[in-house]
Nanobody, 120 residues
Framework: QVRLVQSGGGLVQPGGSLRLSCASSLSILSFNAMEWYRQVSGDERELVAGLAPSGRTNYPGSMEGRFTISKDNAKNTFYLQMNTLKPEDTAVYYC??????????????WGQGTQVTVSS
């Protein structure tokens, strides 16, 4: 069973930075999609960053230029670096990993979520 464990997050002032981490119980050398989402209570979950196996990244909307997704294969961990944070970035952030195990089992797993609050 693949598990993702998130760390990081917390309270930061506007203009500040935070880095979220997502540790996988499975090797991330091979995957189909590696993404970060966020959700504000009552709203749908929103994609904020994506990384394809090719290395291509995707940053929708206002996240472009402020958020960066990266990974460390040796640690089986991927990250979301968030800079120039704004109050509207306040949300619960989730990591998501999709792929297929060496045994051919598909997986689509989520981290437990971590609160990010941007406020002075």
């Amino acid at each position: 069973q693949v598990r993702l464990v998130q760390s990081g997050g917390g309270l930061v002032q506007p203009g500040g930075s935070l880095r979220l981490s997502c540790a996988s119980s499975l090797s991330i050398l091979s995957f189909n999609a590696m993404e970060w989402y966020r959700q504000v209570s009552g709203d749908e979950r929103e994609l904020v960053a994506g990384l394809a196996p090719s290395g291509r990244t995707n940053y929708p909307g206002s996240m472009e230029g402020r958020f960066t997704i990266s990974k460390d294969n040796a640690k089986n961990t991927f990250y979301l670096q968030m800079n120039t944070l704004k109050p509207e970035d306040t949300a619960v952030y989730y990591c998501n990993l999709r792929g297929t195990t060496v045994r051919g089992q598909r997986y689509d797993v989520w981290g437990q979520g971590t609160q990010v609050t941007v406020s002075s």
